[in-house]
């Protein structure tokens, strides 16, 4: 009886195996043919045997798995997700089985998948379809996860989609797993056309420079990101009405990196998306004691001083900013804005006057004040048209100025020069 008990034993354990192989050898066929269907079912077949598995008939079977489930790059996104996991699950068997048999074609499969997910990405993300974007950059970092960066291009995608639930899912990860994105750049200048050009790593840059065909090498290192995903996980809750946790998002970053101007500066733009000027007002003129040298600051600060109706400090902002760079178009033409608004004061007592001598008297002291005014708007326009000759809206309010105080000669050049302007416009 115990021999009878012995040999249907080992009847039974033959009969697995074998039924194992054949689930195999089924998904192997189907394979064969580009029959994913087929390779699908046999595969789930398979995996009820998965438990009376060898390990070296596991590790075959999670690569055929893998195989059956992307399909080419048809499979769905679960089952692309669950390849992943069957590509996972066979080299951490290999490894432990000290026997890489199938590691190696699993590491090929892997790269193959990685490249035709992130060529996809790339071009849902040109035609400008984000939300395909977003999914497939995320998937191109599962499936690589040391390739932090297409996470970011996942989170960026989602935004500009936008889908903000999804974006802050990826950035939150991106913050708790304390990414920086800073890169080190390479760059060198082509010693025949002079220009500095970039290069994709050290190793290029230096051969070419020991070729001689270029010069100068320099490296650089990227800005961080950390500020811009932090600003971003704030903004949306911002957006969905939570400004306790979008402003507990900035005040742990501030914490870690207390001297980040990039930090201050996403923190004062929460608070003015938020409505309140004047904690963004505080702010920034924290961010202009640490960088006395930003000439943008400087701007925003004069636009916030004349959004509140303080010219006085409008201009002196905005003087600050052409002095720190004297080619700041926009700050010469909102001094020229800033000084115009005057204007319109002046044109409001002037027709609230009468006709006595009195009133005559200051009608013509009014209209004084305000050819002064013209006159000292007049060289921010024409500093502002020269920097940027297709400033038309500078060139307008030229034209109009020059029009209101008699300068005829002047009026009829710019007059030509706003019409030039439109006609090149409108492809004339």
């Not at 035609?127 to 970092?141: G, I, L």
């Not at 930003?294 to 916030?304: P, R």
Request: no cysteine.
């Amino acid at each position: 009886m115990k021999k009878l008990l012995t040999i249907m034993l080992v009847f039974a354990i033959t009969s697995l195996s074998y039924a194992q192989k054949k689930e195999i050898r089924e998904i192997e066929k189907a394979l064969k043919d580009s029959n994913f269907a087929d390779a699908k079912a046999a595969a789930s077949s398979a995996e009820a045997l998965i438990g009376s598995m060898d390990d070296k008939s596991k590790a075959k079977f999670y690569l055929l798995k893998a195989q059956a489930l992307y399909a080419n790059g048809a499979g769905t996104n679960a089952e692309i997700d669950d390849a992943i996991t069957s590509l996972d699950n066979l080299k951490d068997l290999e490894s432990k089985m000290g026997k890489l048999k199938y590691t190696q074609e699993a590491n090929e499969m892997s790269k193959n998948m990685v490249n035709s997910f992130l060529t996809k990405a790339n071009d849902a993300f040109t035609n400008k379809n984000y939300s395909v974007a977003a999914k497939r950059f995320e998937k191109v970092y599962r499936m690589s996860p040391k390739d932090t960066l297409y996470l970011y291009y996942a989170a960026s995608s989602a935004v500009t989609e936008p889908d903000y639930d999804t974006a802050l899912e990826y950035y939150i990860e991106l913050k708790n797993m304390g990414y920086d994105g800073a890169e080190m750049n390479y760059y060198a200048t082509n010693v025949e056309t002079g220009v500095e050009e970039s290069f994709g790593d050290k190793v290029s840059r230096d051969l070419s420079v020991k070729a001689k065909l270029h010069k100068s090498p320099r490296d650089q290192r990227s800005p961080s990101k950390t500020a811009e995903i932090v600003k971003n996980i704030a903004l949306i809750y911002v957006s969905q009405g939570d400004n306790e946790k979008a402003l507990g998002a900035m005040a742990d970053a501030r914490e870690e990196n207390p001297d980040d101007i990039g930090l201050l500066l996403s923190e004062a733009n929460v608070y003015l998306k938020m409505g309140n000027r004047e904690k963004f007002r505080e702010l920034m003129e924290e961010a202009t004691e640490k960088d006395p040298n930003n000439a943008e600051l400087q701007y925003n600060l004069g636009v916030l001083a004349a959004e509140g109706g303080n010219s006085e400090a409008a201009i002196k902002y905005y003087e600050k900013a052409v002095a720190i760079n004297p080619n700041y178009v926009d700050a010469y033409t909102n001094i020229a804005v800033v000084i115009l608004e005057g204007e319109a004061k002046i044109v409001e007592e002037m027709n609230g006057l009468g006709t006595s001598k009195a009133d005559n008297i200051k009608y013509d002291e009014l209209k004084e004040k305000r050819i002064e005014v013209y006159h000292s708007a007049i060289p921010y326009l024409e500093k502002a048209l020269e920097l940027k000759n297709t400033n038309i809206d500078a060139a307008r309010t030229l034209m109009n100025i020059y029009s209101a105080i008699g300068e005829m000669d002047k009026f009829k050049a710019m007059k030509a020069k706003v019409e030039s302007m439109q006609a090149s416009a409108n492809g004339n």
